[in-house]
């Protein structure tokens, strides 16, 4: 990644899951339930599906930049985003582990004030509504890009170009901030995007700066 320059920066597009917030308990149900939901299409054992799932997660890995997402690995084992995320929407709880960091909330409300901001997360509308609500979040972002769109998880090149049309700049003054390189913030750079990458709430609140330059 190059050195972040704040100067021309019109926009920021958050990932949410890892980004706005950072729950290891929370993600690790995730993984979790999607484990489960591979178990009954594949009429395995839970445990059997996470075998077959590792399995596909090593062998991408080996063939690909980074480490796969979970969707990429359920859709890779015949599984669809649709019925994954339906299964999630019944099943997972985020209240029951996420808190709300007023550090968050208050960074956010002072970017707002200079930029447009955005998410962008491979989560589904419901349980990204939720969450954002829960953290204190809501009505902070002008748009809020979901996995819902085109079912076509990141990194997805064409879904990148229709946000960064909505947003009206330049690729060069639109800012993506996202925990993992090779998923959030690769194709944003490759295509002209200032990134930055945030994997705790410290590092993601050192993006004050912009607020103050």
Not at 78 to 102: C, I, K, T, V, W
Not at 138 to 145: A, D, E, K, P, Q
């Amino acid at each position: 990644m190059q050195p972040l320059k704040t100067t021309d920066i019109r926009a920021i597009v958050f990932d949410l899951d890892g980004t706005l917030y950072v729950c290891d308990e929370f993600a690790a149900s995730i993984k979790y339930e999607a484990t489960v939901y591979m178990a009954g299409l594949l009429s395995v054992s839970v445990t059997e599906a996470g075998i077959r799932m590792n399995e596909v997660r090593s062998r991408l890995t080996e063939q690909g930049e980074s480490e796969p997402t979970l969707s990429i690995v359920c859709c890779t084992l015949g599984g669809s985003l649709p019925g994954m995320h339906a299964h999630f929407e019944r099943q997972l709880n985020p209240e029951s582990y996420l808190l709300r960091d007023n550090r968050v909330i208050d960074l956010l409300k002072k970017l707002q004030k200079h930029f447009d901001l955005y998410i962008y997360t491979n989560n589904n509308r419901v349980l990204a509504a939720r969450i954002i609500d829960y953290l204190g979040l809501s009505n902070l972002f002008s748009h809020i890009f979901t996995i819902e769109d085109n079912w076509r998880p990141k990194p997805d090149e064409e879904k990148l170009g229709q946000i960064i049309k909505l947003s009206g700049y330049q690729p060069s003054e639109v800012l993506f901030v996202g925990d993992r390189y090779g998923v959030d913030l690769r194709l944003p750079e490759q295509l002209g995007c200032p990134v930055f990458l945030s994997q705790s709430i410290e590092q993601l609140s050192r993006l004050i700066k912009l607020a103050t330059n």
